[in-house]
């Protein structure tokens, strides 16, 4: 039987896909695949609280931390400087942007005009039985984090109990609009401030739109998230003139 010669495959001509990235290389991605990663990164910082108003970013170690180049950075930062999350200043480079007293306003009163219509129709929605799950299990949560004044896992339960509720009115543009508010920005800028006294009257608020979610009482659901949301901004407004950009 005649004996099969195998060839080996001269590394030059191996396909591109097949050879690895060289260590430190960016990994291949498209470029807006790249800039994704790196707006998403920078929005996921924010949310958790390691990058809070007038931080400066420092494209070394958005690189280290991401790996896409410098020039995806830069463009990921002209788009997060044009959604609003990151101001650019001529010789000073980026920083995550503060909000001025006036900027809070008017994004409170758009954000109580639309958490309430999105809680009434969560309200007048049909709950699977998974979803009325969730939300106790959410509330439950809640109530243990209170007791125990844990701050920072209130804030992320927070955001999943009114995530649920918006998942469930299922009003897309209500949706983008919220999400664009729901504010890393504005977590980023003022989550520190919150003491046991307001995380208490929030998740009393919580407690009320429970019920009235699960009694499908939209009127009482609307009401009080309206003023769940009026009482925050109270909050906020009572801060120092220095937490606020000019």
Known sequence: MPTRRIRSQDPSTAS??????ADGAEP???????IDAVVSHVKQQIKLGALTAGHRLVEAEIVAATGASRAHVR????QLATEGFVQIEE?????IRRLSR??????????????GFAIRLAAQSTWTAADKAELRALQAALDKAERA???DHFRQLNDDYHNLI?????HQLALEVLERLRLPLLLAQFHRFFDSKALKSANADHRQMTTALLAGDAATAEKVMRRHVTDSLK???ALEDHFFAP
């Open 16 to 21: 591109q896909a097949d050879v690895p990235p």
């Open 28 to 34: 291949r991605r498209t470029p807006s695949q790249a």
């Open 75 to 78: 463009d990921a930062l002209k």
């Open 91 to 95: 010789f000073k480079g980026a920083s």
């Open 102 to 115: 006036a900027e809070v306003i008017e994004m409170y009163q758009l954000r109580e005009l639309l958490e």
């Open 149 to 151: 004044l844990q701050q």
């Open 166 to 170: 918006r998942r469930v009115a299922n």
């Open 235 to 237: 909050f906020l407004m």
